[in-house]
């Protein structure tokens, strides 16, 4: 890469990634540059990290070969199913100009040795935040509501200043990473979503994010399997609250089971702590619609109506968390109304569309016990005859049996007409609807697969067709409910 070409990189505001930083940053790993042989100037070390430095200059690393531009260093990953290794010289025949590896190939290319290549993108994301110490970083977590409080944080930053937003789902370990090393100098703030399906992995996301702003939105029982109990998903979301520091904002959510902890917690590396749901940050004069949430917004002494084009509580408490952040940072109320009110749901939350009379609202994004409960809330509050569509949830480990009992008798006391279940766990989840409802109350049934639960419900729609219904598909990611949204509609 020329100089001209560098000098543009920069103007452009993207990070120049060298032989020289990159070594500095997994200097912890053991980081060494093994060239290929036709490179080498002389054998031995010192050689090859001089001779990389004239060689080696880019301004993106990527992990996927699918996504390799030329010019692009290659990073290469291991999992349990994959080797990045095995891809090296096609990353190289798409145009990477070096490699990140734990262990070094015959290839083409420059490649920089490190211990493991997992903690080297971490390594880097690091580094790469270090960088940028100008941007305001936002990190949320929380057993739900991660996606949807991220959006609204987007739409209220991205119209004041150029924002980075967590994209899809990359909010665990490798995801957070991928997402900081896209940080321009062009950046002002950083929206970064973190999410936990292990113990420590919040601490250590945490600890490469490095926010200016750190807020938990709740704690339910998602990878309740994982924590064993909701005091140890409480303890892991806490992480989040250990690398502020004093001038630093730690946002605490009032109406949680676990509220007077968390606080603890903050208080112990922040005085800087905002509640939200009846403290600091709250909402009163709450009118939920069909498909929009209409509230009065306080924020200490101010007040301001808003209409958030979200349906239910639960996104009113999102909505509240939101604002708590960027009041801490002291965006006005009225550009915080004004974000709010243009927030738009992620696909699978919420999102919903007309089939016919009856209304679909697919909300399989993923699930969890906190927000199945969410979206049983929002069905009740609809019109015409309600029916929920609900699979598996995973990741609960022994509680699995249990808490879909629990949903169930949930279930059956919500408000809802009809109940189809489909799953493993499918005929725990009417088992415990049937102990609280009758038959007149709710209509229960479980379904040994998506097929024979589409067949029943595409007739009952049949009949139903000039009596609306709506109906709300849920289930863990693992699911795929969403097949039966558009199978009905393809219908």
């Keep these: 890469m020329t100089a001209d070409t560098e000098n543009t990189i920069q103007s452009q505001g993207l990070y120049v990634w060298q032989a020289d930083n990159l070594l500095a ?38 992990t996927d070969t699918r996504t390799i531009k030329s010019g692009d260093i290659f990073l290469a990953l291991q999992g349990d199913n994959f080797d990045g290794h ?34 080297a993108l971490g390594h880097l994301a690091a580094h790469r935040r270090q960088q940028h110490k100008d941007v305001t970083i936002i ?57 936990a399906n292990h113990i420590g992995e919040i601490a250590y996301t945490t ?8 807020c938990i939105l709740n704690i339910g029982t998602a990878h309740l399997g994982e924590f064993g109990s909701r005091e140890g998903i409480c303890q892991t979301k806490a992480e989040i609250y250990h690398t502020l520091k004093a001038e630093q904002y730690a946002i605490v959510p009032d109406n949680d089971d676990f509220t007077n902890q968390l606080r603890r917690i903050a208080e112990d590396n922040t005085a800087n702590v905002i509640g939200f749901g009846n403290t600091d940050v709250s909402a009163s004069h709450l009118d939920v619609e069909p498909e929009r949430s209409e509230f009065k917004l306080h924020i200490g002494t101010q007040v301001k109506d808003i209409c958030l084009p979200l349906a239910g509580e639960h996104n009113v408490n999102n909505a509240l968390a939101a604002a708590a952040c960027a009041h801490a940072l002291n965006i006005s109320i009225d550009d915080i109304v004004v974000g709010l009110e243009n927030a738009r749901p992620a696909k699978g939350r919420l999102d919903s569309q007309m089939l016919g009379l009856h209304r679909l609202i697919d909300d399989t994004y993923n699930s969890n016990p906190h927000s199945v409960r969410a979206a049983t809330k929002v069905l009740a509050a609809q019109t015409g005859t309600k029916i929920l569509v609900l699979g598996d949830i ?3 480990g ?16 919500a408000g809802i007409d009809i109940l189809l279940c489909v799953g493993e766990y499918a005929g725990y989840t009417v088992a ?49 409910m969403e097949t039966l949204i558009d199978a009905l509609v393809k219908e």
């Excluded at 070390?45 to 080696?56: F, G, L, R």
């Excluded at 924002?163 to 950046?187: A, C, F, K, Q, Y």
């Excluded at 600890?207 to 750190?214: G, N, S, T």
């Design 25 to 62: 940053a997994t200097t912890t790993l053991d980081g060494r540059w093994q060239l290929p042989e036709t490179q080498k100037t002389a054998d031995n070390q010192a050689s090859d990290d001089k001779t990389a430095a004239h060689i080696v200059t880019a301004n993106r690393i990527a």
């Design 86 to 119: 095995d891809y090296i010289n096609l990353a190289a025949s798409k145009g990477a100009l070096a490699a990140i590896v734990s262990r070094p190939i015959s290839t083409s290319i420059p490649q920089l040795v490190v211990s493991d290549t997992r903690l």
């Design 139 to 195: 990190a949320i977590t929380g057993s739900s509501g991660k996606t949807t409080c991220k959006e609204m944080l987007g739409s209220i930053f991205g119209r004041l200043a150029p924002t980075l937003i967590t994209r899809g789902n990359l909010n665990n370990d490798l995801g957070v990473p991928m997402m900081l090393l896209e940080l321009s100098d062009h950046h002002r703030y950083a929206i970064i979503e973190l999410g």
């Design 207 to 214: 600890e490469i994010v490095r926010p200016d702003v750190a």
């Design 394 to 396: 995973g990741e609960l």
């Design 398 to 413: 022994a509680a699995a049996v249990s808490e879909h009992q629990s949903l169930g008798r949930t279930i059956a006391t």
């Design 432 to 480: 415990g609807a049937k102990e609280i409802g009758t038959a007149d109350s709710i209509n229960a049934q479980a379904f040994d697969d998506k097929d024979s639960l589409l067949s029943y419900l595409q007739q009952y729609l049949q009949v139903q067709q000039l009596h609306p219904c709506t109906v709300l598909f849920k289930g863990s990611r693992f699911m795929e």
